[in-house]
């Protein structure tokens, strides 16, 4: 891994506060662009080709609007990482009206374990114990609206986490001729999956505000190779975000949720 984070410091006298402006500068890939990869990262060309796309009219709308850009990585999170130069940019040339610091930081990798961010840390205690007093961090990612036709401009103050919540389901492998005398483990997969995936009866309860449902990432099956026998490992992970709750408390929750769905297929054998 090559890639590096990105920090510039706007430094004000006379003051130790500080405001951190984050954002991520990579992408994901362009495999999903289709017929479309070899343009994936041209907007020009992009937007002249979604001006006469029909086939989605909203789309097309606003490539004829000029409001728009068009391309990878463009709003996830590139429209964010243009905020934060501006602003650093602006205040550069206009230092009267700045009250604080200004430091930029832009990660490398935003998944992929979060390399990015776990690096991007080490680097904010030592400016901390140099003395910089982070007052706030904002994150200049894309908003996105509520329902369809809603043009409100969000923002959301607070923070979330989250935690990536890991399945392993070793099943008895058997002949598909006596099947009855394995266990599926993709069944208990499945019927983990039912109790938790979108489950808002396990969500946590919070005052005005609507809170995600823990989602599947990952279900799957680990044979290596096609053969006669039923199925012996399964993998299922889930995305739980956390608010105010623990993440002892959330696996708790999600750990007697794998118990009933565990029970449910043992019922299913049986009979």
């Known amino acids: ?29 362009i495999e999903d662009y289709g017929p479309l990869k ?13 001006k006469d796309y029909d086939n989605d009219p ?9 409001d728009w850009l068009f391309g990878r990585g463009i ?3 590139k429209s964010g990482d ?20 200004l430091l930029v930081v832009t990660n490398c990798v935003e998944e ?21 007093d982070f007052k706030v961090a904002i994150n200049t990612g894309f908003i996105s609206p509520s329902y369809d036709g809603d043009d409100k401009k969000y923002i ?10 890991c399945f392993y ?38 005052d005005n505000e609507d809170v995600l449902p823990s989602s599947v990432l990952l279900q799957r099956g680990c044979k290596d190779f096609y053969n006669i026998h039923t199925n012996k490992r399964a993998n299922l992970y889930f995305n739980t975000f956390l608010y105010e709750k623990s993440a002892d408390t959330i696996l708790d929750t999600l750990m007697e949720a794998s118990r009933e769905a565990v029970h449910e297929a043992s019922i299913h054998y049986k009979e």
Do not use: W
């Open 169 to 206: 389901i070793k099943g008895r492998e058997t002949h598909v001729g006596n099947c009855l005398m394995g266990i599926d483990d993709t069944m208990i997969s499945s019927e983990i999956n039912l109790k938790i995936n979108t489950n808002l009866d396990l969500v946590e309860k919070i």
């Open 82 to 101: 243009a905020v934060n130069i501006a602003t650093l940019f602006y205040y550069m040339e206009h230092m009267d009206e700045l009250s604080c610091n």
């Open 112 to 132: 992929n374990d979060h390399t990015g961010a776990i690096q991007v840390s080490s680097e904010l205690l030592r400016l901390r114990k140099a003395g910089y």
């Open 156 to 165: 959301y103050t607070g923070a979330a986490r989250k935690m990536l919540t």
């Open 75 to 77: 709003l996830d999170m």
């Open 38 to 50: 070899t343009i994936a990262n041209d907007p020009d060309t992009l937007i002249d080709f979604f």
């Open 58 to 66: 909203v789309v097309q709308e606003h490539a004829k609007s000029d």
């Open 1 to 29: 891994m090559k890639r590096k984070n990105n920090f510039a410091l706007l430094k004000k006298s006379g003051t130790t506060k500080t405001v951190i402006l984050h954002s991520h500068m990579d992408t994901v890939g």
